[in-house]
Every structure is written in structure tokens, then in C-alpha cells.
């Protein structure tokens, strides 16, 4: 009987290198910092500001950074890009900083080298400033370029505003720093700012019924509306979805996961103002902004009435408020019924929010319960 050789054993693999989870967090920042501003890291003896738009660091070392802050569109195309990196390369140290609110900053590390950046920058058009006291550069959300929801163009309103407010951006005169912001949906980015400007939709969505049942995730849907405002429901006999108009609030969560129901109109969807908000806890506690004006027209491309309105709140906020208040600070000083009174704003019943009605909606949610 022929012998049957027992099969040799597969060969052993090699120990594979475990796989590493990829952090998906804040990136490192250190490799983008000025050699010198990480040389000092955390050992500055004072630092200054020899101009507006200028800071200047001394460490204990003895070693000096300037760093000199300059505006930018946020939304740059390739060749805006190309000609602020020449001028960093040229001018600068070929090191730059973008900052959240869309400014560059670029580090030298000789007080000669700063007039000559500065030139370069302005004749380029990207004006120096928003340091100190200043109105500094807008944070703004994506707008349509960046985004599937937005109710109005962020990026334009601020070109416009920023138009209006350049002079102020470039001067330190201001009580202390405005930081200003925009929302183009009523419901994520954006933040408190001392004067935001936010999309405000006025009407329940319209729902395309023809296309709900082949779009949506319609248990997703419900389960979105923070009070509980949408039902299924079966329309020509297809399955969609319907509205109780009397229980929704307008915010505009329901049309992203589904975009049947457009609720982004050119005459209902307006733009509200908001002031007196703040994240930090440098000097005093933050605080939450409240609408001091609702209803303005969503008006491209200048958008002149919300600018009309930000820059009357800025210029009576400039003359009234004592030094070194920020934009809530001189509210609760003066109250808000003198607020109302200095700048001209109308008070009217659409900026209280007596939350009349929130027993019977938000508590239908599965969201919030009380
Ligand atoms: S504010 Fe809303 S619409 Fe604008 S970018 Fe953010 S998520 Fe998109
Ligand atoms: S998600 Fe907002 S806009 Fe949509 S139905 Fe509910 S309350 Fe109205």
C-alpha cells in the first residue's frame, strides 16, 4: 500500500505590525509655528503691540518675534493663494498662521522686515489689522460654496459688512475687541459673537411629496424635528411626510436629511442680529447674544439693511461704552431698554422668547422633556 504523506504545514505568517488608530483630532500645531515662537514656547516676558495690526513678543531668552496679522476672504482661489505665499516667502520667513476668523499671521523675527511685509500686504489687498481693540475679521460659516443647507451666502454678507467696517478693522478704537460672526443656517455653525448676524426662516417647510419616498429617511426625519412637529403620512398614496405648521418653530433641521422639504425662500427666509455674545472668561463670565433686530431682508449682493444695522449698533457701542467694556459688559450697564433707545432699534414682540407654547410642543420631543 502506498504511503500518503501527511501535507506539510503552512507556513507560519509573520506577526503583522498591529494597526495604529488614526487620530482624527486636533492636528499638532507645533510644526507650523515660527522656529522662534517655538523656541520660547510658554517663556515670553512681555509682549506688545507696537502698531495696530503688529504683535511683538519678547521671550526671557532675549529672542523678539513680530508678527504682523492681515485679512484674508477666507475663500481664496488658487492664485490669491500663490500671491500671499510669494509675499511670505519674499517678505516674510516663509512661515504663516491662519487664525479661525480667516486672517493670516505671519512672523518675522527683525523689526526691519515689518513696514516692508506690511506694504507688500496692503498693496496686495490684504489690509492690516484686527488686533487689540478692533473689529476683527467676521467668523463666518461656509454658505452655499461649502455647505448643503445654508439659508443665505455668509461669505458675501460679510465681503459687504467688511467693506463698511474696514477702517475699523485697521484702528484700535474701539471700547475693547468686537468680535463679530455670521450663521447661514439657524441651526449649526456660527457661535456668540458681540454681534452676530443669523438666518431666520419664517415659514414651515414645503414638502415635495413626488420625491420624499425616494430621498428620505422618513423615521430619520421625524426623529430630527426638536418638537415633534413632523408625522408620516401617505399623500397621493405615497408615502411622504406632513407638518402640524401650529407646532413647528422654523428651524430648518428637517431639510438637511431631507431636501423635499425646502424651507429656504427668498422672501421668508430674513436675517436677524444678534449682540452681546461671548465665549471667553478672560475679565467676565461668557454670556449668551439676544436678537435685537429680526426680519431684515436676505438682500444680495450687499445686503445694505444688515449692514445698516451692525454698523448703527457699532457706532453707538463706540461712543457710549466706557473703556474696556465689551458688547455685553455696556448693556447690563445701561440696561436694555436704553439700548434699545440709543441705537433706534425697534423692540417688538418677535425678540422675547416667553417659550408660550413650549409645554405643548417640546414636551411631544424625545429630545426634551420637563
Ligand atoms: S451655518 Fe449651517 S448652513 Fe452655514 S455652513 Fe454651518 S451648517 Fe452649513
Ligand atoms: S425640524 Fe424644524 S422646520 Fe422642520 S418641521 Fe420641525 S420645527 Fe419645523
Same mark, same amino acid.
Given at each position: 500500500?502506498?504511503?500518503?504523506?501527511?501535507?506539510?504545514?503552512?507556513?507560519?505568517?509573520?506577526?503583522?505590525?498591529?494597526?495604529?488608530?488614526?487620530? &482624527?483630532?486636533?492636528?499638532?500645531?507645533?510644526?507650523?509655528?515660527?522656529?522662534?515662537?517655538?523656541?520660547?514656547?510658554?517663556?515670553?516676558?512681555?509682549?506688545?503691540?507696537?502698531?495696530?495690526?503688529?504683535?511683538?513678543?519678547?521671550?526671557?531668552?532675549?529672542?523678539?518675534?513680530?508678527?504682523?496679522?492681515?485679512?484674508?476672504?477666507?475663500?481664496?482661489?488658487?492664485?490669491?493663494?500663490?500671491?500671499?505665499? +510669494?509675499?511670505?516667502?519674499?517678505?516674510?520667513?516663509?512661515?504663516?498662521?491662519?487664525?479661525?476668523? &480667516?486672517?493670516?499671521?505671519?512672523?518675522?523675527?527683525?523689526?526691519?522686515?515689518?513696514?516692508?511685509?506690511?506694504?507688500?500686504?496692503?498693496?496686495?489687498?490684504?489690509?492690516?489689522?484686527?488686533?487689540?481693540?478692533?473689529?476683527?475679521?467676521?467668523?463666518?460659516?461656509?454658505?452655499?460654496?461649502?455647505?448643503?443647507?445654508?439659508?443665505?451666502?455668509?461669505?458675501?454678507?460679510?465681503?459687504?459688512?467688511?467693506?463698511?467696517?474696514?477702517?475699523?478693522?485697521?484702528?484700535?478704537?474701539?471700547?475693547?475687541?468686537?468680535?463679530? &460672526?455670521?450663521?447661514?443656517?439657524?441651526?449649526?455653525?456660527?457661535?456668540?459673537?458681540?454681534?452676530?448676524?443669523?438666518?431666520?426662516?419664517?415659514?414651515?417647510?414645503?414638502?415635495?411629496?413626488?420625491?420624499?419616498?425616494?430621498?428620505?429617511?422618513?423615521?430619520?426625519?421625524?426623529?430630527?424635528?426638536?418638537?415633534?412637529?413632523?408625522?408620516?403620512?401617505?399623500?397621493?398614496?405615497?408615502?411622504?411626510?406632513?407638518?402640524?405648521?401650529?407646532?413647528?418653530?422654523?428651524?430648518?433641521?428637517?431639510?438637511?436629511?431631507?431636501?423635499?422639504?425646502?424651507?429656504?425662500?427668498?422672501?421668508?427666509?430674513?436675517?436677524?442680529?444678534?449682540?452681546?455674545?461671548?465665549?471667553?472668561?478672560?475679565?467676565?463670565?461668557?454670556?449668551?447674544?439676544?436678537?435685537?433686530?429680526?426680519?431684515?431682508?436676505?438682500?444680495?449682493?450687499?445686503?445694505?439693511?444688515?449692514? +445698516?444695522?451692525?454698523?448703527?449698533?457699532?457706532?453707538?457701542?463706540?461712543?457710549?461704552?466706557?473703556?474696556?467694556?465689551?458688547?455685553?459688559?455696556?448693556?447690563?450697564?445701561?440696561?436694555?431698554?436704553?439700548?434699545?433707545?440709543?441705537?433706534?432699534?425697534?423692540?417688538?414682540?418677535?425678540?422675547?422668547?416667553?417659550?408660550?407654547?413650549?409645554?405643548?410642543?417640546?414636551?411631544?420631543?424625545?429630545?426634551?422633556?420637563?
Amino acid at each position: 500500500m502506498a504511503q500518503v504523506e501527511a501535507p506539510a504545514a503552512p507556513a507560519k505568517a509573520a506577526p503583522k505590525t498591529p494597526r495604529r488608530a488614526i487620530e &482624527s483630532g486636533v492636528p499638532d500645531n507645533t510644526p507650523f509655528l515660527h522656529p522662534l515662537m517655538k523656541k520660547n514656547y510658554g517663556n515670553w516676558k512681555y509682549h506688545d503691540r507696537p502698531r495696530p495690526g503688529v504683535l511683538h513678543h519678547v521671550a526671557h531668552s532675549g529672542d523678539e518675534l513680530w508678527t504682523v496679522k492681515a485679512g484674508t476672504q477666507r475663500q481664496m482661489d488658487v492664485w490669491t493663494i500663490r500671491k500671499l505665499c +510669494e509675499i511670505i516667502d519674499k517678505f516674510g520667513e516663509g512661515q504663516v498662521r491662519f487664525t479661525i476668523r &480667516s486672517n493670516v499671521e505671519i512672523g518675522v523675527s527683525k523689526r526691519e522686515k515689518v513696514e516692508p511685509l506690511i506694504n507688500a500686504l496692503e498693496s496686495a489687498g490684504f489690509p492690516v489689522g484686527g488686533t487689540g481693540n478692533s473689529v476683527s475679521m467676521i467668523a463666518h460659516t461656509q454658505g452655499w460654496l461649502h455647505c448643503d443647507i445654508p439659508g443665505t451666502d455668509a461669505s458675501g454678507a460679510v465681503k459687504a459688512l467688511m467693506d463698511d467696517l474696514i477702517v475699523e478693522f485697521k484702528r484700535e478704537e474701539m471700547p475693547n475687541r468686537v468680535h463679530l &460672526s455670521t450663521s447661514c443656517c439657524e441651526i449649526n455653525c456660527g457661535g456668540q459673537a458681540d454681534i452676530a448676524i443669523i438666518v431666520q426662516h419664517t415659514k414651515p417647510p414645503k414638502i415635495n411629496h413626488d420625491l420624499v419616498a425616494n430621498v428620505c429617511e422618513r423615521p430619520a426625519v421625524v426623529a430630527r424635528c426638536p418638537v415633534a412637529a413632523i408625522r408620516p403620512a401617505l399623500v397621493n398614496g405615497k408615502p411622504s411626510l406632513e407638518v402640524d405648521e401650529k407646532k413647528c418653530i422654523c428651524c430648518g433641521a428637517c431639510y438637511p436629511p431631507c431636501p423635499p422639504m425646502q424651507i429656504n425662500d427668498p422672501e421668508h427666509s430674513k436675517l436677524a442680529i444678534w449682540v452681546g455674545g461671548k465665549n471667553s472668561n478672560a475679565r467676565g463670565k461668557p454670556t449668551f447674544m439676544k436678537m435685537v433686530a429680526s426680519g431684515l431682508p436676505n438682500n444680495p449682493p450687499r445686503w445694505p439693511e444688515v449692514s +445698516e444695522v451692525v454698523t448703527r449698533i457699532l457706532r453707538v457701542y463706540k461712543d457710549d461704552a466706557r473703556s474696556w467694556e465689551r458688547m455685553a459688559d455696556w448693556i447690563e450697564r445701561i440696561g436694555w431698554p436704553r439700548f434699545f433707545e440709543k441705537t433706534g432699534l425697534t423692540f417688538t414682540k418677535y425678540l422675547i422668547d416667553d417659550w408660550r407654547g413650549s409645554r405643548g410642543s417640546l414636551n411631544a420631543s424625545t429630545h426634551i422633556r420637563f
